[in-house]
């Protein structure tokens, strides 16, 4: 009996985890090269030939408050990303890398990337934090 309950507490978890895979491919937003599109922390990006990217961190490496710098700095973006044939990678382009329109996957380049804040919101300064979770990205990634 114990096997039994052991047996079909194993087979609910490996069930539940199916679901779970499931959903998460059913949350991917579908874009098509050479548009516009806005995404924003953990978006799921697909693409029609199979691959796509995560949004998986988005980083202030801005110049800090009350320091002088020689350079401003930049917002960091990293992304999880995924070949049509499955291979997933890790990728990391910032605000002022994206003029060199840096490979994101094997058969596709950043063609454009700005970010800006939610309405309603304060900009990070030495009085408001930065919260990655108040940023949209807006690309257009170029096949």
Do not use: H
Request: with cysteine; proline share 3%.
């Amino acid at each position: 009996m114990k096997y039994l309950t052991i047996l079909l507490a194993s087979l609910f978890i490996i069930s539940c985890n199916k679901a779970d895979d499931n959903e998460e491919k059913e949350e991917c937003t579908q874009i098509e090269y050479n548009t516009t599109f806005s995404v924003i922390l953990d978006d799921e990006v697909c693409f029609p030939d199979g691959s796509g990217f995560i949004v998986k961190t988005i980083t202030d490496e801005f110049c800090p408050c009350l320091v002088v710098c020689v350079w401003e700095g930049e917002l960091k973006v990293m992304v999880e990303t995924i070949e049509a044939n499955g291979e997933k990678d890790l990728f990391v382009f910032g605000s002022s890398s994206y003029r060199d329109t840096p490979n994101i996957l094997s058969n596709a380049k950043i063609e454009s990337f700005t970010y800006n804040y939610k309405e309603n919101e304060s900009l990070p300064d030495c009085e408001n934090e930065y919260d990655a979770k108040n940023v949209t990205l807006s690309l257009i990634i170029k096949q």
